[in-house]
């Protein structure tokens, strides 16, 4: 059993930059495929950002030029840095990883296997 924490969400003013963390206990990490989703309230979870094994990543419309996911394998985590946020950024976010032997990203929730409990992002106007 794979177990995510992340960690790094807050309150932020609109326009601000958060980094959040997503630290795993993957013992082969660099075999993972890692995402970013997140969840505003009364509104389903949706794909944020993605990362394949060896580094290709994907992004939602939404946040493309304004955020960039990344890994460390050397230190089994993933992080999501956010710049230029605005009020509709507000949402728990959630990072998820899949033991994947493809070298692909996967942008569907149903595809991963394993989820952190998620942190707060709140921008405020």
């Known amino acids: 059993q794979v177990q995510l924490v992340e960690s790094g969400g807050g309150l932020v003013q609109a326009g601000g930059s958060l980094r959040l963390s997503c630290a795993t206990s993957?013992?082969?990490?660099?075999?993972?495929?890692v995402g970013w989703f997140r969840q505003a309230p009364g509104k389903e979870r949706e794909f944020v950002a993605a990362?394949?094994?060896?580094?290709?990543?994907y992004y939602a419309d939404f946040v493309k030029g304004r955020f960039t996911i990344s890994r460390d394998n050397a230190k089994n985590t993933v992080y999501l840095q956010m710049n230029s946020l605005k009020p509709e950024d507000t949402a728990v976010y959630y990072c998820?990883?899949?033991?994947?032997?493809?070298?692909?990203?996967?942008?569907?929730?149903?595809?991963?296997?394993?989820w952190g409990q998620g942190t707060q992002v709140t921008v405020s106007s």
């Open positions: 998820a990883a899949v033991d994947s032997t493809a070298y692909m990203y996967y942008i569907r929730s149903s595809d991963y296997a394993y």
């Open positions: 990362a394949s094994r060896h580094g290709s990543q």
């Open positions: 993957a013992r082969t990490f660099s075999s993972y495929a």
